[in-house]
């Protein structure tokens, strides 16, 4: 399964819900044509991100607060970022005549089981042994778009990681200046990779590396102290 790499920065859900928020009401009931339309919505991220049409991608997300995240990606927020990430994608810059691999869930994308809750609208697509989608969606002017997207791989479900608890992993490293992290593509050319902090799993032990702006990056490993809290148990710096 490709998952999209890039970082900068973890936002706070509470900030996240309350900016979406601020131009749209979620209703707290779902017609079948709002059903409909995000399926839609789950489909055109299928088709867009498998055709490398960047721009278009990013177009599905909520403007300026709507953001995707996975372990290697980081936390994406904002247009330029989430161009970049499609941009960045090993088929998207592949040699020309080479064949992709097939994405999970096939071009149009998995179904996805939709859900009302207090919190708004949630869906989680299933994508078989490559983990699951795991969204909240917010309905714009525009129509319906993603109010955030994560990917979790069958390991990082299996060390208990949610959208939730990834995003509380990734307030420890709050108050730092995080940076972006840039790798060299098949041609050599510098590409987005991660945004701010990466999370990995090894083992069951669920560790981060977090790219700091003035170089360098934190490497750390994690223990969960309850629902949605996470601590610090080890930190250790590498310099540039």
């Known amino acids: 399964m490709r998952i999209p790499n890039v970082r900068q920065g973890c936002v706070c859900a509470a900030v ?9 009401q979620t209703p707290q009931t779902l017609t079948a ?7 839609a919505l789950v489909s055109g ?16 997300f909520a403007p300026g ?14 247009r330029e970022k989430l161009i970049a990430l499609v ?11 080479a064949t992709p691999a097939p994405r999970p869930g096939g ?13 708004g609208i949630r869906g989680i697509a299933d994508l078989g042994g490559a983990g699951q989608y795991q969204d909240e969606y917010v309905k714009t002017p525009q129509g319906w778009r993603f109010a955030g997207r994560t990917v979790l791989t069958p ?3 299996a060390a208990g990681l949610d959208a939730n608890e990834m995003l509380a992993i990734r307030r420890l490293s709050a108050a730092e200046a995080l940076a972006d992290y840039y790798v060299a593509d098949q041609s050599g050319v510098k590409r987005f990779r991660t945004s701010g902090v990466e999370i990995g799993v090894k083992d069951g032990v669920v ?10 990056f934190y490497d750390d490993v994690y223990e969960k102290s309850g629902p949605g809290q996470w601590r610090i148990k080890s930190r250790s710096t590498v310099k540039p």
């Open 33 to 39: 044509e709002d059903r409909t339309a995000i399926q």
């Open 16 to 24: 996240l819900w309350l900016s979406a928020t601020a131009f749209a």
């Open 107 to 119: 071009g149009n994308g998995p179904v996805v089981n939709i859900e009302v809750t207090p919190a």
């Open 207 to 216: 560790t981060g590396r977090v790219y700091l702006k003035a170089g360098g």
């Open 155 to 157: 390991a990082e479900k």
């Open 65 to 78: 607060t709507g953001y995707f995240a996975s372990g290697i990606r980081g936390h994406i927020v904002g």
């Open 87 to 97: 941009q960045s994608e090993r088929h998207c810059t592949a040699p020309a005549g």
């Open 45 to 60: 991220y299928a088709r867009t991100l498998g055709s490398c049409a960047a721009e278009e991608y990013a177009d599905l």
